[in-house]
Nanobody, 113 residues
Framework: VQLQASGGGLVQAGGSLRLSCVAS????????VGWYLQAPGKQRELVAR??????NYADSVKGRFTISRDVIKNTVYLQMNSLKPEDTGVYYC?????????WGQGTLVTVSS
C-alpha cells in the first residue's frame, strides 16, 4: 500500500483546507487510519484518527478538524477549519493494516497570522 497525501498549502488564519490521502491499495481492512502533524522543531503528533468506527482528535483541533474516509475511493480526508498559526507543519497520513504501519509522504500546511 502506498499513500499519497495532498491538499496542503498556504492559508491565512481562520481559513480552511481539506487534505486528502489516496491509497494505492485497498485499505478496507485497515484497523486505524489517521493524520499526524509534525510542526517545525517538534515530534510527530496525532491529530485525528478513525479506530473501530470511532473518531479521536487531539484536544487542540477538536471542533475544528474532521477526519473521514471513503472506502470506495480508498481515500482518507482531513477537513481543517478555523486554522491557526500553530496548525502549521507537515501533515502525514497513516494507515495500520496489520501487521504493517504505512505512512504517506506528507503535505505542508502553512497558516499565516
Amino acid at each position: 500500500v502506498q499513500l499519497q497525501a495532498s491538499g496542503g498549502g498556504l492559508v491565512q488564519a481562520g481559513g480552511s483546507l481539506r487534505l486528502s490521502c489516496v491509497a494505492s491499495g485497498n485499505i478496507l481492512s485497515a484497523k486505524i487510519v489517521g493524520w499526524y502533524l509534525q510542526a517545525p522543531g517538534k515530534q510527530r503528533e496525532l491529530v485525528a484518527r478513525i479506530f473501530a468506527g470511532t473518531t479521536n482528535y487531539a484536544d487542540s483541533v477538536k471542533g475544528r478538524f474532521t477526519i473521514s474516509r471513503d472506502v470506495i475511493k480508498n481515500t482518507v480526508y482531513l477537513q481543517m477549519n478555523s486554522l491557526k498559526p500553530e496548525d502549521t507543519g507537515v501533515y502525514y497520513c497513516n494507515v495500520l493494516i496489520l501487521p504493517r504501519d504505512y505512512w504517506g509522504q506528507g503535505t505542508l500546511v502553512t497558516v499565516s497570522s
